[in-house]
């Protein structure tokens, strides 16, 4: 037997033996091929949208059970079963194709389905199948044209055309003056309806202004638009419902006064406040003062402040829109006039000679404003008032002030008090009274020593150290030489200005060869001290030589140079030999230290004298001297090199 016929052989005799097993067992399962008949069949889907789809079916067999059930079922799972989404058949309930319609599916979707047939021994389920519904997108719309436009508000419509497959979430009307392009972020007004067609009624819309705006429709995944439409507001009025308030408050110089704007009538309210006047009875913000408070409809109030004192006022609220301005009521009002200001007087401390600390405290301002407060004092009157004494203000308001009375005299009584000033007039406080104080002597004053005495003139210096709690009014030296203790009363004076201090001068003047006592001196108010006397004498008429001079060095050569000089006086004594000295070694050469070289003659004036025999490329140094009865001097240092 060939090899091929073997296997087939077999492969029958074990099909005969094996089907009949099967069919024993399990002859009554619905869903058993029986005699090679599938019991359901899935066939392949007729149409899909984004949200419906058209699925076929067939049942092939019974199995000798009444069909109870017949359908399609379907999930976003890869198996469905009769317990997911499900369609049924509801009539017809027997073999052979059928079609059902399923809705309500999610655009961009993937389902899967499968036919199945219910008896009695249960359900039979054909292969699943699978398909993926359309894309969806936002709604479409259309925007119906706006009606019954007024100031404020107006009508418009919209209808969602398509909702691309997704249920509507929220829909309305989206507007805005500012844009020409509005959305959802732009003023809307959503309508809570199930139709696809509504209407809205906005309100509360600016006057005499164009919107634009559209239909929209929202959806998961996002918002649709209908097409733009603009409509212009009515023209714009003015405010209306414009109220004054009662004035509450009233002091002297302010009160509290408010209103209240009720209608802005479409055009916002861009500015509202008072206006008030004392002279005008319909006052209005081109005649009045004006107290501006904010923006917008609504209720407002504000103080009047900086009012005149026992006067009437009118005021009246106002509003200003687009289309101008609207006036409340006017209501009047008139200020009170305040109660004079209670203040007492601080007691006077620190009193010199010349000077006080006092002030005063302010207790009440009795109602009013402090215009004016400080103190009054006289020395003749005991009872100063702003007419009969001095005033030192303190400024205003109601702070307590103090001060320093200057100026005044030693050794007398005055009587100072307080004042203060509000709207009412001007009051008192109590009156104090002191005495100014006597200074004593200036003292600790000192005369140095006097210096740089010459004939005729002195260097006098000193220092004046305390007033004595007075003024320094003079100051400076007293001296004289026939009076051992001179004063201002019996010798000559230098006055040296005022004040305490250092002073100095130079006394010039005087007699040669004489002695002068001298002293410092300051008058303060209560009189004169006096320093420490000095004595000096001044120089005898008859001096060394003066201006001596050494005036250059020129023709200078290897081992020569020629000296020139000068003498301005003989100091009173003819001059017994005049000349020049130089050295080489010695940087101020002298008669004893340098080299003489004496020049015929004792006349002053110019003189010169050549000398020889010096060194070359050696730094000499030479001056000039003159010499009398009295003594040598000398010109200044001249150096010079021979090359």
């Given amino acids: 037997m060939k090899p091929i016929n073997f296997i087939l052989r077999n492969l029958y005799l074990l099909f005969i033996l094996t089907v009949p097993w099967v069919s024993c067992d399990d002859k009554d399962q619905f869903d058993f091929n029986q005699h090679n008949k599938v019991a359901v069949t899935t066939l392949q889907v007729m149409g899909v949208t984004k949200n419906d789809a058209t699925l076929n079916g067939r049942v092939n ?12 079922c379907y999930s976003t799972q890869s198996k469905p079963t009769i317990s997911s989404e499900k369609v049924l058949m509801t009539s017809d309930l027997d073999t052979g194709t059928f079609t059902l319609h399923i809705q309500s599916l999610k655009p961009s979707t993937t389902y899967y389905y499968r036919a199945f047939a219910t008896n009695a021994s249960g359900t039979a389920y ?34 969602i055309t398509d909702d691309g497959g997704y249920p509507v979430t929220s829909k309305g009307i989206c507007y805005s003056y500012i844009t020409s392009y509005p959305t959802i972020s732009n003023d809307k007004l959503a309508v809570d309806t199930q ?6 009624n906005l309100t509360k819309l600016r006057a005499g202004t164009t919107y634009y705006a559209r239909a929209y429709a929202t959806s998961s ?33 302010s009160a509290v006064v408010g209103g209240a704007v009720l209608e802005d009538n479409g055009a916002s309210i861009t500015a509202r406040g008072l206006c008030y006047s004392a002279t005008n009875s319909v006052p209005s913000i081109a005649n009045g003062s004006v107290v501006n408070i904010g923006s917008g409809t609504g209720s407002f109030s504000g103080q009047l402040t900086g009012l005149a004192v026992n006067t009437t006022y009118y005021v009246r609220a106002f509003a200003t829109n687009s ?20 203040v007492s007087t601080m007691s006077p401390t620190s009193v010199t000679m010349t000077s006080a600390y006092t002030g005063g405290y302010i207790g009440s301002t009795g109602g009013g404003k402090i215009s004016s407060k400080g103190v009054v004092y006289s020395s003749s009157n005991a009872a100063p008032t702003l007419n009969s004494g001095k005033a030192i203000s303190g400024g205003a308001g109601p702070d307590n002030f103090y001060m320093t009375l200057s100026g005044l005299q030693y050794n007398t009584t005055y009587y100072v008090r307080s004042y203060a000033t509000n709207e009412a007039g001007t009051s008192y406080g109590n009156t104090y ?26 260097y006098v210096s000193g220092y004046v150290g305390t007033a004595g709690g007075g003024t320094i009014t003079s100051r400076g030296i007293v001296y004289s030489n026939t009076n051992s203790w001179p004063t201002v009363g019996n010798s000559t004076v230098v006055s040296l200005g005022t004040g305490t201090g250092n002073l100095n001068v130079t006394l010039t ?20 001290a006096y320093g420490n006397i000095i004595y000096f004498t001044t120089s005898s008429p008859y001096t060394a030589p003066t201006g001596v001079n050494t005036s250059s060095v020129n023709g200078i050569g290897s081992s020569y140079a020629t000296f020139n000089g000068y003498v301005a006086t003989d100091g009173g004594s003819t001059m017994t030999e005049r000349g020049f000295v130089y050295s080489s070694s010695y940087s101020m050469p002298t008669l004893s230290n340098g080299i003489r070289t004496a020049v015929i003659g004792n006349s002053t004036g110019y003189f010169s004298k050549s000398v020889t025999g010096l060194t070359r490329y050696t730094t000499y140094y030479v001056r000039a001297y003159a010499t009398n009865a009295y003594g040598t001097t000398y010109g200044a240092v001249t150096a010079f090199y021979p090359y």
């Fill in 126 to 159: 054909g292969d699943p199948l699978s398909f993926t519904t359309q894309s969806g997108y936002v709604s479409k719309l259309e925007t119906e044209a706006a009606t019954a436009i007024t100031r404020v508000s107006a009508q418009l419509g919209g209808k």
């Fill in 61 to 72: 067999t019974k199995n000798g059970e009444a069909l109870t059930e017949i359908g399609i």
């Fill in 509 to 528: 003047g005087l007699a040669a060869g004489t002695t002068y006592y001298a002293r410092v001196y300051a008058t303060n108010e209560a009189g004169t």
């Fill in 323 to 342: 289309a101008g301005t609207a006036y409340g009521p006017v209501v009047n009002f008139k200020t009170l006039l305040p109660d004079l200001p209670s």
């Fill in 195 to 200: 139709s696809t067609s509504y209407k809205a």
């Fill in 221 to 253: 995944v996002g918002t649709g638009y209908g097409q733009i439409i603009s409509f212009t507001t009515a023209s714009p009025i003015v405010a209306s419902g414009i109220t004054t308030a009662v004035v509450s408050s009233v002091t002297y110089s």
């Fill in 433 to 458: 009274t002191f005495k100014t104080l006597l200074p004593s002597l200036p003292s600790n004053l000192n005369t140095y020593s006097a210096s740089n005495i010459q004939r005729s003139s002195v």
